[in-house]
């Protein structure tokens, strides 16, 4: 699933100046890193480079306590590369998980929010543990080489960096398939991801319902494709059905899922996940989100409080969502275990449709469940406009 077109495209102009010896596609050992001289040593260099700033960057959760969840899920998974994938949790809205050549491994906190449980992990850790073992860029590399003259594909590499501008026909098909890792790749991580994930002990069932809800997400989406995720990957729906009957031929007896402790170790996140993706404004692709996590049942007054929030921003007359808003935050009140922002959102919303005793009585509850609340000023600052 790779995602940065720009560090892919700087590993293929180093890889323009760097030799082009071509060898068999064999599996990384564990331990092994590519030797000076060879092509893939290139791709390493410029991939050392790259990792060096997303460890730097901004968007990483420095979270002690997330990591090594994740970590000791991927590392029980697969022990004998535990130490050669370095693996950055990317504070981000949407699905997305991506590998590098070099064992760097990305994986969006808008995917653990989607996922249910510990076996739905694995099936990502182990699509993208895939991608690495086969050396997939690198064979993405050889595959492009041999089909488009190194001039045109200099031209592609930098254009895809954000250096020029694709002109052609040509160019831009050729853009395209640079993209992605191809079908094949994807196919063929599903598969050794399925038997990863399946030899640690996981549910395989697992791993099609990732798809499934991703392609209610698409469906639903606001946006014109969906999310960035999609651009790389054309094919869900025979994903899906491949991994559905590969589940089905399984016999996954007392195949575990993990759900206890996935939920004890994210549930403290879950809100700011939300958070993220309610400024997305993707109000479609959210909705499924929430129907997915309300069906699986983890604190149901917090997503009542998210549900609330979605149909107040997006305040269309025709949704009818005032009233919806106004439901689900009481709904998120009565059932606890939302934030006491609920409250607050309520008062607004009954403020905003004119009904005054009701928003002095919510921003009043406010105040008495978060009296050190940091906009307590604010809120006491309303409900002197309604003396
Ligand atoms: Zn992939």
Known sequence: MSSDRIWFALALVSLLAAGCATQPVVD????????????????????????????????????????????????????????????????????????????????????????????????????????????????????????????????????????????TFAQLAALGSIQAFSRDMEREADLLGFEIMTKAGYDPREAPKIWEMLIAEKEASNLPKGS????????????????????????????????????????????????????QRDFGSLQVVLDYLMEAGANPGELQYFQGELHRLRGEEEEDDEAKAVEAYEMAIDTGGGPPEAHRALGLVYWSAGRKDEARGAFEAYIEAAPEADDRAMVEYYLQQFE
């Open 28 to 167: 990384v050992q564990p331990g092994e890193r590519p030797p000076l001289e060879s092509e893939e040593a290139g791709f390493w260099m410029v991939m050392d480079r790259v990792e060096e700033r997303v460890r730097t960057s901004g968007h990483i959760v420095r979270d002690e306590q997330l990591n090594a969840y994740v970590r000791d899920i991927f590392c029980q998974l697969t022990p004998d590369y535990c130490n050669d994938i370095r693996l950055y949790l990317v504070r981000s809205a949407y699905f997305n998980a991506s590998m590098m050549a070099n064992g760097t491994m990305q994986m969006w906190t808008g995917m653990l929010l989607r996922v249910q449980n510990e076996a739905q992990i694995a099936a990502v850790l182990g699509h993208e543990l895939t991608h690495y073992l086969r050396r997939h860029t690198l064979q993405r590399w050889r595959d492009i080489r041999a089909k488009t003259d190194a001039l045109i594909f200099f031209q592609l590499a930098t254009a895809v960096a954000g250096v020029g501008i694709v002109g």
């Open 228 to 279: 960035i995720f999609f651009a790389s990957h054309p094919t869900s729906q025979e994903r899906r059905d491949t991994l559905t009957k590969m589940a089905a031929e399984y016999d996954s007896g007392t195949a575990k899922l993990g759900r206890e402790r996935f939920v004890e170790m994210t549930a403290r996140y879950r809100g700011d996940w939300l958070r993220d993706e309610l400024r």
